[in-house]
């Protein structure tokens, strides 16, 4: 059974910044498209930014470019996953999901989250003006 668990959310002030991680049980030695999404009360699901853990490319949401960067860490047996947040804003403010799926990204249109088969439970961020 594959696990992912987030942490690091939390409530900050607007300009401040805020890192999550994402603990995994998936293989590090296998490629996955791994990716960090988010969920406001009231909207739809977005995907925020993703990483194809072999070779390392990452694509971004045009809403958070420049400010938040996605990155990853293999070890021995774990994978895990990271999204730095920097320069937040209130409408940054969500549920944020880490979510995985075999094989590599299929470019932006991976960012839909819709063929992700492995989910996190989620971390609350909020920004506050």
């Known amino acids: 059974q594959t696990h992912l668990v987030e942490s690091g959310g939390g409530s900050v002030q607007a300009g401040e910044s805020l890192r999550l991680s994402c603990a995994t049980s998936?293989?590090?030695?296998?490629?996955?498209?791994m990716g960090w999404f988010r969920q406001a009360p009231g909207k739809e699901r977005e995907g925020v930014a993703l990483?194809?853990?072999?070779?390392?490319?990452?694509?971004?949401a045009d809403s958070v470019k420049g400010r938040f960067t996605i990155s990853q860490e293999k070890a021995k047996n774990t994978l895990t996953l990271w999204l730095q947040m920097n320069s937040l804003k209130p409408d940054d403010t969500a549920m944020y999901y880490c979510?995985?799926?075999?094989?590599?990204?299929?470019?932006?249109?991976?960012?839909?989250?819709?063929?992700?088969?492995?989910w996190g439970q989620g971390t609350q961020v909020t920004v506050s003006s």
């Open positions: 979510a995985g799926d075999p094989g590599g990204c299929s470019g932006s249109s991976s960012l839909s989250g819709a063929t992700f088969r492995y």
């Open positions: 998936m293989n590090p030695y296998r490629r996955y498209c």
């Open positions: 990483i194809d853990t072999s070779p390392g490319s990452t694509i971004y």
